[in-house]
């Protein structure tokens, strides 16, 4: 079975009050006082400048959107970060503005590397934001990104 994500994660009321001003955004709640935002086509859409985005290496980044996410984070640290498992292989990347700037990243893994999730590059950022594991958890666990397998699944899940 198969996972990918595309969001944006940071605290909920910065990220609720941020994704006002994106057509189509739903933030769905998770763990220690973060949510997300799925990049879903829509989103895409309403947030790109045309570019092509691929300047830090994401798949999904659009064009200029790392611009809105510097502006977001002089309110606190904001989080875009990419995922995508099939069979226990894959790669993901995670990038963290913080303070108006690029704080952290862009952290990527290569392909069909295994890594300690402990060390990895989502991990990492969610650090970076404040969440905190537990013992025989990582951060991407303790904030429960492991709920949902995909963007529709986040967004049925609790959309608001």
């Known amino acids: 079975m198969g996972y990918e994500l595309q969001a944006v994660i940071a605290a909920d009321e910065l990220l609720r009050v941020a994704s006002r001003e994106v057509p189509g955004a739903r933030v769905v709640p998770l763990g220690q006082g ?4 799925p990049m879903t086509d829509e989103v895409f859409d309403g947030v790109t400048d ?7 290496g994401f798949w999904k980044l659009p064009g200029g959107f790392e611009t809105r996410l510097a502006q977001w984070s002089s309110t606190g640290p904001v989080a875009y970060v990419e995922a995508e498992y099939f069979g226990g292989a894959g790669e993901q990347r995670a990038a963290v503005w913080d303070d108006g700037s690029l704080a952290l990243g862009p952290l990527g893994e290569p392909e069909k590397k295994r890594f300690s999730r402990a060390v990895s590059p989502i ?7 404040g969440a905190r594991k537990s013992l025989g958890e990582d951060e991407f666990e303790a904030v429960g990104l492991d709920r949902h397998r995909n963007s529709d699944d986040w967004i ?3 959309m608001s």
């Open 123 to 129: 991990s990492q950022a969610l650090r970076w934001l």
């Open 156 to 158: 049925s899940s609790g």
């Open 34 to 37: 973060l949510s997300l935002m």
């Open 50 to 56: 045309g570019s092509d985005g691929e300047g830090l």
